[in-house]
């Protein structure tokens, strides 16, 4: 099994009871939280609350839609023939025979719309509530097999999650390297534009330095990229601590802080480079991440 389950699957299930035969399908995408949509057999009240209960046990997100389709098999022997009906296409029937068309036979009058009528029956309670059991677990059924179905989208959606929170610490310490040469870039920088526009000036060089030193610390990246590994390494647990779903969107948002503020900080097109794809990693990454529970 995944450590983590993906939000989008589908269970089937079917039972038999009585008279009774039923399908069950539950289905399930993404979602924000978790939202359970039922639609069951009238007269079967008890199990709209029973499937809702069933989900919340073994999901935390996703819009779940439950269905069942149920039938009931009449006898022979419980049908009757409505009179008054069948009196009507006799009488329609001769009409025709006058008229030269073949008259109809017995099955083909039986079964015209209204002939034969299944009467209600009443049920016996206890006959009731034991279909109302069996259907309920039926549902459990469907939400297993549901389950099972998310948790194979899971163990796809793993080595993909994985690889991007990969690629996005290799960028990070690609980062660190390029954050280390701002300084002497800022420096040189800061002298040439300085030595072009007052060469002469009295302490020059001092003031390239103290200048150099105040714009290098605006561009300090390294408490970015501290926070950086430290999503990363958050990341990679949540992954073993499902489910991470409503945890790792949260963290997407902070990736991308951190990687705006990387770019807006940068003084060299390396590092401005390297924010970049950052960037763009993050936002895949949170794509995958929207189908995870």
């Keep these: 099994m995944s450590a983590i389950s993906g939000m989008t699957g589908f269970g089937r299930t079917e039972g038999a009871s009585g008279d009774w035969t039923w399908s069950v399908e539950a289905r399930s995408v993404n979602g924000r939280n978790l939202e ?3 639609r069951g057999p009238p007269g079967f009240d008890g199990l709209e609350r029973h499937a809702r209960t069933a989900a919340q046990t073994r999901l935390s997100r996703g819009q779940i839609t439950l269905g069942i389709q149920a039938k009931r098999e009449l006898g022979a022997a419980s049908l009757k023939v409505n009179q008054d009906i069948l009196a009507h296409y006799l009488t329609l029937a001769n009409q025709l025979a006058e008229e030269g068309a073949t008259p109809p036979s017995a099955d083909g009058l039986l079964s015209l719309r209204g002939v034969l009528e299944a009467p209600e029956e009443a049920d016996d309670p206890e006959a009731r509530a034991a279909v109302e059991a069996d259907m309920a677990v039926s549902i459990d059924l469907a939400l297993d097999a549901l389950k099972l179905s998310r948790d194979r989208e899971g163990s796809q959606l793993l080595p993909v999650i994985t ?19 701002q300084t002497d870039a800022i420096r040189e ?45 958050s990341a990679r647990t949540l992954l073993q601590q499902p489910p991470a779903g409503r945890k790792l969107d949260f963290l997407m948002q902070e990736f991308m802080r951190e990687a705006n503020t990387l770019c807006s900080k940068s003084a060299t097109t390396a590092l401005t480079g390297i924010g970049l794809e950052l960037k763009a990693v993050i936002e895949q990454l949170r794509e995958q991440v929207q189908n995870v529970e």
């Design 163 to 181: 690889d991007f929170i990969g690629r996005i610490a290799a960028l990070t310490a690609q980062a660190e390297t390029g954050a280390a040469a």
């Design 189 to 233: 920088r800061f002298a040439r534009r300085m030595t072009e526009l007052a060469p002469d000036a009295p302490g020059l060089e001092d003031r390239i330095f103290l200048e150099a030193a105040s714009l290098a610390t605006k561009a300090d990246v390294r408490e970015e990229l501290d926070r950086l590994t430290a999503h990363v390494a």
């Design 36 to 38: 359970v949509r039922f």
